[in-house]
């Protein structure tokens, strides 16, 4: 690549990837006078956009704070997500025309489909300028006083570049681990990388057990030494899956035992005089589940005929099941990727690597990972946000 080659197209910010927070930070920054440049490998961009929340895309959480976050160092988050809040990009959704509703828990979604807010995203950077390209291949990035791009469209260079490029979760969109091999590139360090958000597969006796009551939902309190989540469960032929056990996936490891509360909103069952324990928790749960739950765990006889030590036992096993499980589903399952970029390497405020000038990282890349929800999306706005003021600010700067 030759220096200030008059040929080569000259950007002030080229941002890579064309998912979330690249387009929402690529639109901000155009807004803010920036000459931006956008380069999805896909050959559209926001896939992953399109097939979230059951494709109404569940665009934030109206809850979503630094406590909803894991991270190397949870305090890296709370700049960016105090700046730009649910309802800032709330506000976003609503000048845009866009009809949501709140589901549960503080969860918006679209009242249609998520391809609005791809729609959103794509006018808002054709509205102020930035430039996107899609089904374009990177295969060199090179800085000198910019930064350098071989690409199978041709040769760019900027003044600020930013990494959007996601994880590894969804391979079957286009994922890859491109922007951690960027980092470390550039001398960044990278925390340990593993799979969120994603089903918990059992252990061989289990799925004998428990895999032929796939389908099988009910609510449970799940807990894993201070994380609790109360939402429901859902038996599949592999292991078990739904928002309960997607949500303690993040803090779960190999090897680790997670307890189940089956009746999460109380209540002492089984008790005397009310027929056999089967009679009772079925009124509670899916006859299927607890057919086989009583079978393996209940004396069969009416609870009336137990020893106190049965009750107790039973009891205590309905509000504490304790299972063990052989690994997750792993990335083609996982909804997003725990673990990226150290935060230790990037300003809080404004999301540039301290030690590399004008490289900037945001979204799923870092170190920063939601429960499920909304507050993954809700990171991929305060990021965007955060790395695009600081570039505005760049552009006054340039121009003083």
């Known amino acids: 690549m030759a220096q200030d080659d008059p040929r080569m197209p000259s950007h002030d910010v080229i941002v890579l990837g064309g998912g979330a927070a690249g387009l929402f930070c690529a639109m901000l920054a155009a807004q803010g006078g920036r000459r931006v440049l956008v380069l999805e490998h896909n050959d559209r961009v926001g896939k992953k956009i399109t097939i979230s929340g059951g494709g109404r895309c569940n665009f934030t959480n109206l809850r979503a704070a630094p406590g909803n976050y894991l991270s190397s160092n949870p305090e890296f988050c709370r700049s960016a997500l105090a700046r730009f809040t649910p309802e800032d990009f709330l506000q976003c959704v609503e000048s845009h025309g866009i009809r949501w509703h709140e589901k549960k828990l503080g969860q918006l979604f679209c009242n249609t489909s998520s391809r609005e807010i791809i729609g959103m995203l794509s006018e808002g950077c054709a509205r102020a300028g930035a430039e996107v390209r899609c089904g374009v291949r990177i295969e060199e990035v090179r800085k000198t006083d910019r930064f350098r791009l071989r690409t199978s469209a041709g040769e760019f260079d900027c003044r600020s570049l930013v990494i959007a490029t996601g994880g590894l979760s969804f391979a079957k969109l286009g994922a890859s681990d491109f922007g951690y091999r960027l980092a470390e590139q550039?001398?960044?360090?990278?925390?340990?990388?593993?799979?969120?958000?994603?089903?918990?597969?059992?252990?061989?006796?289990?799925?004998?057990?428990?895999?032929?009551?796939?389908?099988?939902?009910?609510?449970?309190?799940?807990?894993?030494?201070?994380?609790?989540?109360?939402?429901?469960?859902?038996?599949?032929?592999?292991?078990?899956?739904?928002?309960?056990?997607?949500?303690?996936?993040?803090?779960?490891?190999?090897?680790?035992?997670?307890?189940?509360?089956?009746?999460?909103?109380?209540?002492?069952?089984?008790?005397?005089?009310?027929?056999?324990?089967?009679?009772?928790?079925?009124?509670?749960?899916?006859?299927?589940?607890?057919?086989?739950?009583?079978?393996?765990?209940?004396?069969?006889?009416?609870?009336?005929?137990?020893?106190?030590?049965?009750?107790?036992?039973?009891?205590?096993?309905?509000?504490?099941?304790?299972?063990?499980?052989?690994?997750?589903?792993?990335?083609?399952?996982?909804?997003?990727?725990?673990?990226?970029?150290?935060?230790?390497?990037?300003?809080?405020?404004?999301?540039?690597?301290?030690?590399?000038?004008?490289?900037?990282?945001?979204?799923?890349?870092?170190?920063?990972?939601?429960?499920?929800?909304?507050?993954?999306?809700?990171?991929?706005?305060?990021?965007?946000?955060?790395?695009?003021?600081?570039?505005?600010?760049?552009?006054?700067?340039?121009?003083?």
């Open 186 to 400: 550039f001398g960044l360090r990278l925390t340990g990388i593993r799979p969120g958000l994603v089903p918990l597969t059992f252990s061989e006796q289990e799925k004998s057990e428990l895999g032929p009551l796939s389908g099988v939902s009910l609510p449970v309190r799940v807990r894993h030494k201070n994380a609790v989540f109360e939402e429901a469960m859902l038996l599949t032929h592999r292991g078990l899956s739904g928002p309960a056990i997607l949500q303690i996936s993040n803090f779960w490891r190999e090897g680790e035992t997670l307890a189940f509360d089956l009746l999460p909103d109380g209540g002492e069952v089984p008790v005397a005089g009310r027929g056999t324990a089967l009679a009772q928790l079925s009124a509670f749960w899916p006859k299927r589940f607890a057919e086989a739950w009583c079978g393996r765990y209940a004396p069969t006889r009416p609870v009336a005929q137990w020893t106190a030590a049965e009750r107790e036992r039973v009891q205590k096993l309905v509000h504490g099941w304790s299972l063990d499980f052989g690994g997750t589903e792993g990335y083609p399952k996982a909804e997003v990727t725990l673990g990226g970029v150290d935060t230790r390497d990037l300003s809080s405020k404004t999301m540039e690597a301290r030690s590399v000038p004008g490289l900037y990282f945001i979204g799923e890349v870092v170190d920063v990972t939601g429960w499920l929800g909304g507050y993954n999306f809700q990171w991929a706005w305060a990021s965007a946000h955060a790395a695009a003021a600081a570039l505005a600010d760049c552009a006054i700067d340039s121009r003083a």
